[in-house]
């Protein structure tokens, strides 16, 4: 029996250990998408106990620990941090199979040095030894990242952000990690959502272009566009709730959703009218990025706030949101192919959260690669996403990849995570990565070129992401 946790954890075979140990550790890492806070990143941020760094925002383990019956005073309620933290420990057995069980005592052993096992009846050492640790201005934001040998990030920023945190970060010569933004314009293109009209005047205000029309709307999220490019932004990411959904626009019909949205403030804008606003403002935005080669990273099938009486009480990102089980596949290779009709796809990334879509997304990207020589795709598939991103979803993703496409220019993962001790889950992925490659090199369906593995495990890791979005990082 393997000891749990050892240095050979998730791996079983030689091979694996060897691609590991020998090379996948030893990659530094690019966090291509994230929500860690530019402010708690320039202002260095520190944190007094483990609940706070841990479980503060967590929607992930508010999930976990609901499903175990804590009391919602002990998840996001007036529960003294001690109270909270001792509610996560009194949870953690029960999460065999989970992911969080995985990454929890993941993140103690590599950041706290401690490889007790995180249950109620060590609750208490836990607590005492993480506190003394976090009492080091090492332990700080940006000592954890550089701690994670972390070389860039890239957070996700609304087009109204005025990117002061940025700059800050970039003046500062003592931290090398490169901190970019990513253009993330969500509010702009949900035009059927409540308080559009106010999103919309903030939005003019900070770009000095009041929005009044189709034309003012382009003009302000062009200068934001500038700005972003200014701060050294190469990436724009767009979360597409539900299923795709895709209606052929023209500039009369989104004009005229557009006003509606502005009358009614959302209320009187149809599904039609949404889904035609959004497929006008992908191409405005899709030919932006394609002249100034960014990429552009779509998340989709996400069915939000299920549970209304929850949602009214603790609002967006509580640890409601679901996997929407309808299929986007047709409605997104409508999308695309407008998009590459209107020469307005640039180099873009897919995540699906409907994982019955894995196979389906991975073809879909092969219908729309360009050949131009590059050496890189144009469309690719993103790494599992979100409910996916355990165990078996990232083993299963990337064999529907591999199964479909060339698996050796995989982009590998990314956090999507606001935690600064979520870097573990590089480690998580890169043992699984070189399991899968250890088991097909010793079921003999690859060859044991140990050349060719440690550079597609150094790519997969590491490479293909500096490459395929175009960073500018010294060694």
């Known amino acids: 029996m393997q000891k749990f946790m050892d240095k050979d954890f998730l791996l079983t075979t030689k091979t694996a250990q060897l691609l590991y140990h020998m090379y996948a550790a030893k990659m530094p890492i690019i966090d291509y998408h994230c929500h860690l806070s530019p402010a708690e990143i320039a202002e260095d941020k520190r944190w007094s106990n483990i609940s706070e760094l841990w479980l503060g925002g967590d929607h992930y383990k508010w999930r976990a620990m609901r499903s175990c019956g804590i009391d919602e005073a002990c998840i996001t309620g007036d529960a003294s941090d001690y109270e909270k933290f001792r509610a996560w420990c009194r949870c953690m057995p029960q999460l065999i199979g989970n992911p969080l069980y995985h990454w929890s005592h993941l993140e103690l052993r590599r950041y706290f040095d401690c490889d007790l096992i995180i249950n109620e009846q060590n609750c208490d050492i836990i607590w005492q030894l993480t506190a003394e640790k976090l009492a080091d201005p090492a332990f700080s934001a940006r000592g954890l990242i550089t701690r994670s040998r972390v070389k860039l990030l890239c957070t996700t920023d609304d087009p ?30 949900g035009i059927d959502k409540p308080g559009i009209a106010a999103y919309l005047a903030r939005l003019g205000e900070a770009n000095g272009v009041a929005v009044t029309n189709l034309s003012t709307l382009e003009q302000a999220l062009t200068v934001a566009l500038d700005r972003f490019a200014a701060h050294g932004c190469l990436t724009a990411d767009h979360g597409i709730n539900d299923a795709i959904t895709f209606v052929k626009p023209d500039p009369y019909h989104a004009e005229e959703a ?23 403002m992908l191409r405005f935005l899709g030919k932006e990025y394609v002249k100034r080669g960014w990429v552009s990273q779509i998340h989709f099938g996400v069915l939000r706030n299920p549970n209304e009486r929850m949602f009214n009480r603790l609002g967006p990102d509580s640890g409601f949101d679901v996997i929407h089980g309808g299929s986007s596949v047709a409605a997104l290779g409508q999308l695309l192919n407008y998009l590459e009709r209107e020469d307005a796809l640039p180099r873009t990334v897919l995540y699906s959260i409907n994982p019955a879509e894995d196979a389906a997304v991975a073809v879909l990207c092969g219908a729309f690669q360009r050949g131009n020589g590059s050496g890189m795709p144009t469309v690719t598939q993103g790494s599992a996403w979100w409910f996916n991103d355990h165990l078996d979803g990232m083993r299963r993703q990337m064999q529907a990849l591999a199964s479909e496409s060339a698996f050796g220019h995989f982009l590998g993962m990314l956090t999507d995570s606001r935690s600064f001790l979520s870097y573990p889950r590089h480690e998580y992925f890169r043992r699984i990565l070189c399991q899968l490659l250890g088991d097909w090199v010793e079921s003999g369906l690859y060859p044991a070129d140990m050349e060719a593995l440690a550079q597609m495990v150094c790519d997969i890791c590491y490479n293909n992401t500096k490459d395929f979005f175009g960073f500018k990082i010294e060694n």
């Open 160 to 189: 109204c952000d005025q990117l002061e945190y940025h700059a800050a970060i970039a003046a500062d010569e003592r931290f090398t990690t490169k901190v970019l933004p990513a253009f993330r314009p969500d509010k702009v293109l």
């Open 258 to 280: 557009l006003g509606t949205a502005l009358a009614s403030d959302g209320r009187d804008v149809t599904a039609e009218q949404a889904a035609l606003f959004r497929a006008q």
